[in-house]
């Protein structure tokens, strides 16, 4: 390191004298330019007994004029010449200083407290400029987006899975998992080290020690990766006896990690209003009520729930489902809606949003089949922030039981269905229906449009509307949302393209594909098991 900052040393002698030598040079040109020009041979005019008339005086003068001019715009040209020149020199000059001051001190990780050269950090906190951090983007269709893809401390759940990949796996990949880890450590430091601008405060434990926060407090993480910019990371923590949640948001722009904000996220007053549009299917709202109960009466506690029931059939019979449930738990936040009209679910969460009096909240789209644990309740108050973030999680969708379980009598329980493997479902990366938004984002944007009839086309709707505005457009998987398989009717009223999406939906919500290849291949399976069995007992008589 020494010889390389003598060498740094020796250049910038040698510039600064070349330096001196080049301005000599342009001023000894500079004088001999101004010099009067002398011709020993040449008369002067008026000497006595030359006769020179009054024109050709007028001549001499232009002439001279033009001399004159011509040399001024030869100077003012080599001057603005000389001035680039120096400008030119004294960047090399200040690069080669810079250069000398790397050499001498190093550019380290950001945790390292060691600055890098403004250039380097200018272009690094472009990238983040740039990329889908702290404002949205406007993006042209639903496909645009780059969604998340969460992790826990063992796990990964991931939308793109492929022929090999799994929708929950663990990381086993090196690169993953030193990334995961090398981030969760970074989220630490930045906590247990907070910077003076961090919007967070000190809090001490319960013996008045100072409150370190370690690995097993980390709670989920979100992931993406845009190709041109970088990686961002969105990293929860909470210690088990504090209701507050730690918020890290990380970027890696193609380099070492940096720290955007470090907050705390107070999410303990947090109520979430569910919002679910009900038509009939009285046998599934019965299955719903007891998951609401088993996570938001007994175990969340901060839930007001909203049925907009289309219809009179089977009325009656949600009311009284309704009575036995909060009755028998002493729970009276809901609110149940009557519309005498055709099932429309955008019209449904339309008049369920807007029949909320009670100033801002937090609403929650869901539907009749969809089981949620409170882990997700959590997760949808961590990534939706009225004016900045709305959430689309993606939902685990289960395959038909009776084809997932036919080698048992009868399929188990739900809640021993709820497991995310290839064969037993898949992440609904097309559905946009289950979403958490803030009211006042949701009426600002217009809602849902009512000129969509029939089936799903609402909801794209609704999602391609925040996609063209500026708010944070948060698509991820969630481990803990889940849809519970259930017969599919395409009616015959719906448009040649909605009829299509009602198929593939259908026939994607059936089974995997080794489980439809097996039905489809099933006689040809059967005659291969009857040529092996006559086989055998032929072996056997012999």
């Known amino acids: 390191m020494p010889r390389r900052g003598l060498i740094l040393q020796t250049r910038t002698h040698w510039l600064l004298l070349g330096l001196a030598l080049f301005c000599s040079l342009v001023l000894f040109l500079y004088l001999l330019e101004c010099a009067p020009q002398t011709d020993g041979n040449a008369s002067l005019p008026g000497v006595i007994g030359e006769n020179y008339g009054k024109e050709y005086y007028q001549a001499l003068l232009q002439e001279q004029e033009e001399h004159y001019q011509t040399r001024a715009t030869s100077l003012k040209r080599q001057i603005a010449q000389l001035k680039q020149e120096l400008q030119e020199m004294s960047e090399k000059m200040r690069s080669l200083q810079e250069r000398?001051?790397?050499?001498?001190?190093?550019v380290g990780y950001r945790g390292n407290k060691e600055q890098a050269p403004s250039d380097l950090l200018e272009f690094l906190h472009s990238q983040i400029d740039k990329a889908e951090v702290s404002t949205g983007a406007k993006l042209?269709?639903?496909?645009?987006?780059?969604?998340?893809?969460s992790f826990t401390l063992m796990k990964v759940f991931q939308l793109e899975m492929g022929l090999t990949r799994h929708p929950e796996e663990k990381p086993v990949r090196k690169d993953k998992r030193d990334e995961l880890v090398e981030v969760i450590e970074a989220g630490l430091e930045v906590i247990n080290n907070p910077d003076e601008d961090d919007e967070q405060e000190d809090e001490d434990g319960p013996l008045g020690e100072k409150l370190i926060f370690n690995e097993n407090d980390f709670i989920e993480g979100y992931y993406r990766t845009e190709r041109d910019k970088g990686t961002q990371y969105e990293?929860?923590?909470?210690?088990?006896d504090l209701m507050e949640y730690r918020h890290v948001t990380l970027f890696r722009p193609f380099g070492p990690l940096m720290k955007v904000k470090s907050e705390m996220t107070d999410i303990s007053r947090s109520v979430i209003n569910i919002i679910v549009p009900l038509a009939e299917r009285t046998e599934a709202f019965v299955q719903f009520m007891q998951n609401f109960r088993d996570v938001c009466i007994r175990q969340d506690k901060r839930i007001h729930l909203t049925v907009v029931y289309f219809g009179q059939e089977g009325l009656s019979r949600v009311k009284s489902i309704l009575e036995s449930v909060t009755s028998a738990s002493n729970f009276h936040n809901y609110t149940l809606i009557s519309l005498n009209e055709e099932f429309n679910r955008g019209r449904g969460l339309n008049v369920g949003a807007r029949a909320w009096d009670s100033g801002e909240v937090l609403m929650f789209f869901c539907d009749v089949d969809i089981y949620f644990s409170a882990d997700f309740l959590n997760s949808c108050r961590l990534n939706a922030e009225p004016g900045?973030?709305?959430f689309y999680p993606v939902v685990f969708s289960l395959y038909n039981p009776a084809i997932v379980y036919a080698s048992q009598d009868v399929p188990p329980p739900v809640e021993q269905q709820l497991v995310h493997k290839k064969d037993s479902g898949f992440w609904r990366d097309f559905?946009?229906?289950?979403t958490c938004q803030y009211r006042s984002d949701f009426l600002t944007i217009g809602g849902f449009d009512m000129e969509v009839k029939g089936w799903g086309g609402e909801d794209v709707h609704l999602y391609r509307k925040y996609l063209h505005g500026d708010l944070i457009v948060i698509r991820s998987p969630v481990p803990g949302l889940f849809h519970l398989w259930h017969e599919k009717r395409c009616a015959d009223e719906l448009t040649p393209e909605q009829y299509r999406?009602?198929?593939?939906s259908k026939a994607m919500s059936e089974?995997?594909?080794?489980?439809l290849g097996m039905l489809v291949f099933r006689e040809e399976i059967e005659a291969h098991l009857r040529k092996q069995a006559y086989r055998t007992d032929s072996e056997a008589g012999g």
């Open 140 to 149: 042209p269709s639903e496909y645009g987006v780059i969604p998340f893809e």
């Open 501 to 504: 999406m009602c198929i593939q």
């Open 431 to 434: 559905g946009f229906g289950m």
């Open 235 to 240: 990293l929860f923590f909470k210690k088990a």
């Open 388 to 390: 900045k973030k709305v």
């Open 511 to 515: 089974a995997s594909h080794s489980h």
């Open 100 to 106: 000398k001051n790397v050499g001498a001190n190093g």
